[in-house]
């Protein structure tokens, strides 16, 4: 199971690469017109739609990336077939539609629904899709139906599959958000105790997409609190020094702690893969600093190593407690990046907004030093530590000839018949040979790769460095 979830992880890095980019589009589109968030600028109105149309459609992208990262041979076909799944459940479970089942108007169909269009939701859709791809893409039919045969036939059995599943997750789905409100609404009288417990689960839900549930509880007037709406008006109801409790928390981890975590990542990668690991968590870290889009560093990290993401939701709740014991009040209209920080400043409920500095810097210094120990301690897989990427050595295929290297590989293999099967990952062609004893790691090396890794009689790693595409590429021509 948690080989497969660290397949799914890195499938994400595909949609999740994207995210930085809708970040620094919001962030540049918030500094131009903080408050009328593109209302009074049409270069801002221009930046922050454009950052939307990233931002709002997760759900879609994580649909199709884990489709196709998680199919055998990454076609195309097996992102259609993600894409049809997360339709389908989306628009069966819709409000409307849900509705239209039970005979009644919209406003009196369960809250769940309208939250259907979420992250575990798309997560969900490309599991789908790639299994369907994966198990039936070869499928041969009757010839009065072969032009449905094979890869054709994908998108239809997951359509099928994806209404069974919507059937279930009819009855199933409103019992999960119903009882994340009802735990929400509970743990309101805990004070300080509670706002950690909400920071805390609203990190831990995250990969589920849940998380909106409490949101809705604690942000919105869901439950008579309005936490957001209050700290930015003012208006009866507002206690000074109370209201903005359940956000003020998330500043110093996302502009300060997750930004302190991915150095800790950086610092812990392998010498090899440092390089590759920088770009992704340098990215990750401005986004989450300066506009508090985490997702590009939770995603990186949360399904390759969850028990570190288990430490990095307990310190964030560890922080909303810390944060709402102080006379410390800071709110967002989007999220607890610098952006909104200092925004807040001028809040009527904001309360001693420069004390976030020195909070932030010491759980910077935390979060550092225990992600750089328990990564270390339990030799956590996150970005270049994976097993499947050790001992590598980037190599730079300077002359770029990937067909003369491909060429020599499939020789070094046993030639074309003796390759089963291969895929490519970070670095290496990962192969599925028939007879080991054809394979020749002196000729394969000839090639001008860095090594070849054999962890089983019937698979050879082929260490090719980050142009491994361009080689898996001129391969897959070639046989």
Aim: overall charge neutral; hydrophobic content about 50%.
């Amino acid at each position: 199971m948690m080989k497969y979830l660290q397949k799914i992880g890195k499938a994400l890095m595909l949609p999740v690469a994207v995210l930085p980019a809708a970040g620094v589009l919001y962030g540049i589109g918030y500094w131009i017109d903080p408050t009328g968030w593109g209302a009074n600028s049409v270069i801002a109105a221009f930046l922050i739609k454009a950052a939307s149309a990233i931002i709002d459609q997760i759900p879609i992208l994580f649909a199709i990336g884990v489709a196709v990262g998680t199919a055998k041979d990454h076609d195309g076909t097996s992102a259609l077939a993600g894409l049809v799944s997360f339709l389908m459940i989306t628009t069966l479970l819709s409000s409307g539609a849900v509705a239209m089942y039970r005979g009644v108007d919209v406003s009196e169909v369960p809250a769940a629904f309208g939250k259907i269009s979420n992250a575990f939701i798309g997560i969900l859709a490309g599991v789908i899709g790639s299994t369907c791809y994966n198990r039936f893409k070869d499928t041969k039919l009757p010839d009065w139906l072969a032009f449905f045969s094979g890869k054709r036939c994908v998108a239809i059995i997951t359509a099928v599959c994806s209404v069974l599943v919507s059937v279930v997750l009819y009855f199933v789905w409103p019992l999960i958000f119903t009882a994340l409100v009802a735990f929400g609404t509970a743990i309101l009288g805990l004070g300080a105790v509670g706002s950690g417990i909400y920071a805390m689960l609203n990190r831990a839900l995250i990969p589920l997409g849940l998380h909106h549930a409490l949101n809705a509880v604690f942000w919105f007037d869901t439950a008579n609190i309005n936490d957001l709406g209050l700290f930015w008006s003012g208006a009866e109801g507002a206690v000074k020094g109370v209201t903005g409790q359940y956000m003020t928390g998330f500043f110093p981890i996302m502009m300060f702690g997750l930004p302190a975590g991915a150095l800790a990542m950086y610092h812990t990668a392998k010498d090899s893969k440092k390089k590759a690991a920088a770009s992704l968590l340098l990215a990750g870290s401005l986004a989450s600093f300066f506009t508090g889009i985490t997702e590009p560093l939770e995603f990186a990290f949360m399904f390759m190593a969850p028990g570190l993401y288990l430490v990095h939701a307990l310190l964030t709740g560890v922080s909303a407690v810390i944060c709402t014991l102080l006379p410390l009040r800071l709110g967002f209209n989007f999220s607890a990046g610098l952006v909104d920080y200092i925004l807040s400043f001028k809040a009527p409920m904001a309360v001693n907004p420069l004390l976030l500095i020195p909070i932030g810097l010491v759980f910077a210094v935390i979060y550092y030093f225990v992600f750089r120990f328990v990564i270390t301690k339990f030799d956590l897989k996150t970005p270049g530590r994976e097993d499947d990427e050790e001992d590598e050595v980037s190599l730079d295929l300077a002359n770029d000839n990937f067909t003369a290297i491909a060429q020599a590989v499939i020789a070094g293999l046993g030639g074309k018949e003796n390759i089963k099967e291969f895929d490519y990952c970070a670095t290496r062609v990962r192969c599925e040979i028939n007879d080991y004893t054809k394979v020749d790691e002196k000729a394969i090396k000839k090639a001008g790769v860095p090594g070849v890794i054999r962890p089983s009689k019937t698979a050879v790693q082929v260490i090719v460095g980050p142009k491994v595409q361009f080689v898996y590429d001129e391969m897959k021509k070639l046989l």
